[in-house]
């Protein structure tokens, strides 16, 4: 059987530029998975995705005219049913070989196999191979069926008459093995070697396809056409930096944008544009996003990193003479530069603060209140988190920037571009000559927004930022309103994760529990079981907490060694994780780890209340004497480096305690007849126990 690569175009209108990647990608790899499967394409055949405006293509190297045929082992019925008491087929084993078009002869083919506790009859049936028609039929059904549509459309074909539902009307289909066309249809269309190139610019049309292999070459020459979204994006990066390196500048890094501006164009040409400096008097945050959301232009900046008045513009032709596509996007972008220097002057002439009133209008949540009573919380719990740092200072700057953290939700840039929420309340702030530390605790109130985003640049902006999404939190788990399985509508889970953060790595020495506590107490609803509401959000950020470690690099065991104590200072668990990992290393971890488990296990079942105390006149044995000396030498060394604070240490200091631990286990029996040496006994086991467990739960650790 022969082989040979195959290629499959459906040619369409233009595709969603944001879902474009995604779906040339999931194309190629749905269709070649199927052709795999039908084992018409090997297991490590390689596979090229192409996604272009206007079309999804894929390239699979080495595909087979038909595959080969196989051998299936098929389950026919139990012995019992299939054969009679002298071994002879039975009606019913008749009839099932007669469906596979074979006789009673063939019952000396079959054999007897375990099939649970019985035995059943198996038939060995060869099993042709598909053609390549047929299969790639199945593919392509599958892959337009599964693909990741943002939004199906419905649309008629040429016969008035048919509807068909995909991403957008197909035009075009392209089926070609080696240069042979492969005589399949798809959403109306019947498959051809022809393809159209550049709306405007192809040199030939239609692209009549010589082979398979030759798709990308002759689309590029003759149809003026990239296909490959990679490359076409790798052509616009480089034509981005060269335009950007002569004007001794360089364009602004956008992932997004590149990619969006890759799905918009098929021939890319990188075009220089400018504007009037007077627009420079607005914030760059403003001018860049209307610029890359609007027009998708990617804005140049200087080597400060300051804006300038120049971007690049990616067009879609290559004229010989571009001064009028230039001309239009620069009087395009023009007017989007003076609507954002228009509300930039509006909202100056009023006063953040003079904004408070308007947030009593707009709703936060039904079950609490508008943002202006959102906004009185915020600051309560920013002056009781100050307070609780005893900074007097802060408390007081904090409060301001809390009240005026929201004021600029109402103001018309932010109407029109909410993505400057914080942003646009920093400039405000500036230009009403308030401290820095406060204009920017106003940006900074939303950080960290994301993983790895970074956290508020000052103590105020930690401050506001914490109050700020410890409201969010507290208050909807006051409400009852928890994420479900994959559903956060509020975003309660990075609320946590940023909350975490802050308090880890601010080191404020605030109880958790407190803090929760006392945030809970400022909701104007009655919360009738408030333990069990903190008990709630502590488990749910511990949850996050620790799936984050174990993110970092920290092990299961590890992390449950340290959050089972339920540290009240979050601070101080990336100390005790590390002083965990360095215990774990010792040689005499595991056999301590596992005598601390076996020393909770005992004591679990003892009824009441066993304090830690041993009194020395009660020892007999040798090795409990052993024991209590050493954990008189040892205990105090651990504990002191405890308090200060120094866990590693602590930790380390336990090895010592190995020898006499084992022997202990080895040598002494604790339940003891002797009423009065059995409790002493546990005495000194639960002594051990809090010596051991102070910094972490080492029974974790145990295998």
Same mark, same amino acid.
């Given at each position: 059987?022969?082989?040979?690569?195959?290629?499959?175009?459906?040619?369409?209108?233009?595709?969603?530029?944001?879902?474009?990647?995604?779906?040339?990608?999931?194309?190629?790899?749905?269709?070649?998975?199927?052709?795999?499967?039908?084992?018409?394409?090997?297991?490590?055949?390689?596979?090229?995705?192409?996604?272009?405006?206007?079309?999804?293509?894929?390239?699979?190297?080495?595909?087979?005219?038909?595959?080969?045929?196989?051998?299936?082992?098929?389950?026919?019925?139990?012995?019992?049913?299939?054969?009679?008491?002298?071994?002879?087929?039975?009606?019913?084993?008749?009839?099932?070989?007669?469906?596979?078009?074979?006789?009673?002869?063939?019952?000396?083919?079959?054999?007897?196999?375990?099939?649970?506790?019985?035995?059943?009859?198996?038939?060995?049936?060869?099993?042709?191979?598909?053609?390549?028609?047929?299969?790639?039929?199945?593919?392509?059904?599958?892959?337009?069926?599964?693909?990741?549509?943002?939004?199906?459309?419905?649309?008629?074909?040429?016969?008035?008459?048919?509807?068909?539902?995909?991403?957008?009307?197909?035009?075009?289909?392209?089926?070609?093995?080696?240069?042979?066309?492969?005589?399949?249809?798809?959403?109306?269309?019947?498959?051809?070697?022809?393809?159209?190139?550049?709306?405007?610019?192809?040199?030939?049309?239609?692209?009549?396809?010589?082979?398979?292999?030759?798709?990308?070459?002759?689309?590029?020459?003759?149809?003026?056409?990239?296909?490959?979204?990679?490359?076409?994006?790798?052509?616009?990066?480089?034509?981005? *930096?060269?335009?950007?390196?002569?004007?001794?500048?360089?364009?602004?890094?956008?992932?997004?944008?590149?990619?969006?501006?890759?799905?918009?164009?098929?021939?890319?040409?990188?075009?220089?544009?400018?504007?009037?400096?007077?627009?420079?008097?607005?914030?760059?945050?403003?001018?860049?996003?209307?610029?890359?959301?609007?027009?998708?232009?990617?804005?140049?900046?200087?080597?400060?990193?300051?804006?300038?008045?120049?971007?690049?513009?990616?067009?879609?032709?290559?004229?010989?003479?571009?001064?009028?596509?230039?001309?239009?996007?620069?009087?395009?972008?023009?007017?989007?530069?003076?609507?954002?220097?228009?509300?930039?002057?509006?909202?100056?002439?009023?006063?953040?603060?003079?904004?408070?009133?308007?947030?009593?209008?707009?709703?936060?949540?039904?079950?609490?209140?508008?943002?202006?009573?959102?906004?009185?919380?915020?600051?309560?719990?920013?002056?009781?988190?100050?307070?609780?740092?005893?900074?007097?200072?802060?408390?007081?700057?904090?409060?301001?920037?809390?009240?005026?953290?929201?004021?600029?939700?109402?103001?018309?840039?932010?109407?029109?571009?909410?993505?400057?929420?914080?942003?646009?309340?920093?400039?405000?702030?500036?230009?009403?000559?308030?401290?820095?530390?406060?204009?920017?605790?106003?940006?900074?109130?939303?950080?960290?927004?994301?993983?790895?985003?970074?956290?508020?640049?000052?103590?105020?902006?930690?401050?506001?930022?914490?109050?700020?999404?410890?409201?969010?939190?507290?208050?909807?788990?006051?409400?009852?309103?928890?994420?479900?399985?994959?559903?956060?509508?509020?975003?309660?889970?990075?609320?946590?994760?940023?909350?975490?953060?802050?308090?880890?790595?601010?080191?404020?020495?605030?109880?958790?529990?407190?803090?929760?506590?006392?945030?809970?107490?400022?909701?104007?609803?009655?919360?009738?079981?408030?333990?069990?509401?903190?008990?709630?959000?502590?488990?749910?950020?511990?949850?996050?907490?620790?799936?984050?470690?174990?993110?970092?690099?920290?092990?299961?065991?590890?992390?449950?060694?340290?959050?089972?104590?339920?540290?009240?200072?979050?601070?101080?668990?990336?100390?005790?994780?590390?002083?965990?990992?360095?215990?774990?290393?010792?040689?005499?971890?595991?056999?301590?780890?596992?005598?601390?488990?076996?020393?909770?296990?005992?004591?679990?079942?003892?009824?009441?209340?066993?304090?830690?105390?041993?009194?020395?006149?009660?020892?007999?044995?040798?090795?409990?004497?052993?024991?209590?000396? +050493?954990?008189?030498?040892?205990?105090?060394?651990?504990?002191?480096?405890?308090?200060?604070?120094?866990?590693?240490?602590?930790?380390?200091?336990?090895?010592?305690?190995?020898?006499?631990?084992?022997?202990?286990?080895? *040598?002494?029996?604790?339940?003891?007849?002797?009423?009065?040496?059995?409790?002493?006994?546990?005495?000194?086991?639960?002594?051990?126990?809090? +010596?051991?467990?102070?910094?972490?739960?080492?029974?974790?650790?145990?295998?």
């Amino acid at each position: 059987m022969s082989d040979k690569n195959l290629l499959v175009e459906l040619f369409v209108e233009e595709l969603p530029p944001k879902a474009l990647k995604k779906l040339g990608e999931a194309f190629a790899q749905l269709l070649a998975d199927s052709l795999k499967a039908q084992g018409l394409a090997g297991q490590n055949a390689a596979v090229t995705d192409f996604a272009s405006p206007r079309r999804l293509a894929v390239h699979v190297a080495e595909v087979l005219a038909e595959a080969a045929d196989k051998v299936i082992t098929q389950k026919l019925m139990p012995v019992s049913v299939g054969l009679d008491a002298s071994g002879n087929a039975t009606p019913a084993l008749i009839k099932r070989l007669n469906g596979f078009g074979l006789d009673e002869s063939a019952v000396a083919q079959l054999s007897k196999q375990a099939d649970g506790k019985n035995e059943a009859l198996f038939l060995d049936v060869t099993q042709k191979g598909v053609a390549l028609k047929d299969g790639l039929q199945i593919a392509l059904n599958e892959a337009i069926t599964k693909l990741p549509i943002p939004k199906v459309m419905t649309y008629q074909l040429a016969d008035g008459w048919t509807s068909v539902n995909f991403v957008r009307p197909v035009h075009g289909l392209v089926a070609l093995h080696g240069s042979d066309v492969i005589a399949i249809t798809a959403l109306g269309l019947s498959a051809s070697n022809q393809t159209q190139g550049h709306r405007f610019e192809a040199l030939i049309s239609p692209v009549v396809l010589k082979n398979a292999d030759t798709y990308a070459e002759q689309l590029k020459n003759q149809g003026a056409v990239i296909a490959s979204f990679n490359e076409r994006r790798t052509e616009i990066e480089r034509q981005l *930096n060269t335009a950007a390196a002569k004007q001794n500048l360089k364009p602004i890094d956008d992932e997004a944008l590149l990619d969006e501006v890759t799905a918009l164009v098929e021939r890319p040409n990188v075009l220089l544009g400018q504007f009037e400096e007077i627009y420079l008097e607005v914030p760059q945050e403003c001018l860049i996003l209307t610029m890359k959301a609007n027009q998708k232009y990617f804005p140049l900046l200087d080597a400060d990193g300051k804006l300038t008045n120049k971007f690049l513009i990616v067009s879609n032709i290559n004229p010989a003479d571009a001064s009028d596509v230039i001309g239009g996007n620069e009087r395009v972008v023009r007017p989007r530069l003076a609507d954002a220097k228009f509300f930039f002057d509006q909202d100056r002439k009023k006063t953040l603060e003079s904004r408070l009133s308007s947030l009593d209008k707009v709703v936060y949540h039904n079950k609490l209140g508008s943002q202006g009573k959102r906004t009185n919380r915020v600051r309560a719990i920013a002056r009781l988190i100050a307070n609780a740092l005893n900074d007097t200072a802060l408390m007081a700057q904090a409060d301001v920037a809390a009240m005026l953290a929201k004021t600029d939700l109402p103001t018309d840039m932010v109407g029109e571009f909410p993505e400057l929420q914080g942003i646009m309340g920093r400039y405000y702030a500036q230009h009403e000559g308030l401290a820095d530390n406060i204009a920017f605790a106003i940006e900074d109130h939303y950080k960290p927004r994301f993983a790895g985003d970074e956290l508020p640049r000052s103590q105020v902006g930690i401050v506001v930022a914490l109050a700020d999404k410890l409201e969010t939190l507290v208050g909807l788990f006051s409400i009852g309103e928890k994420p479900t399985g994959d559903k956060d509508p509020f975003g309660l889970r990075r609320q946590s994760l940023g909350i975490i953060r802050m308090l880890i790595e601010s080191k404020f020495p605030l109880k958790f529990d407190d803090l929760i506590l006392a945030v809970l107490k400022e909701f104007d609803a009655e919360v009738s079981d408030q333990a069990s509401v903190v008990s709630s959000i502590k488990e749910f950020c511990f949850d996050r907490l620790s799936v984050n470690l174990r993110e970092q690099g920290a092990s299961p065991q590890e992390v449950d060694a340290v959050l089972s104590l339920n540290p009240e200072l979050l601070s101080e668990i990336p100390l005790r994780l590390a002083a965990v990992r360095a215990f774990a290393s010792l040689a005499e971890a595991p056999a301590l780890a596992a005598a601390n488990k076996r020393v909770g296990n005992i004591l679990k079942k003892v009824e009441g209340e066993v304090k830690a105390e041993v009194n020395p006149n009660l020892l007999q044995e040798p090795a409990e004497i052993a024991l209590n000396e +050493a954990l008189s030498q040892v205990k105090p060394v651990a504990d002191s480096a405890f308090e200060n604070g120094d866990y590693t240490t602590s930790l380390k200091s336990l090895a010592a305690l190995k020898a006499p631990v084992d022997a202990f286990f080895d *040598n002494v029996m604790v339940n003891a007849e002797d009423v009065a040496l059995k409790a002493n006994r546990l005495g000194l086991l639960a002594t051990l126990h809090q +010596a051991m467990n102070r910094v972490a739960d080492l029974s974790k650790l145990a295998s």
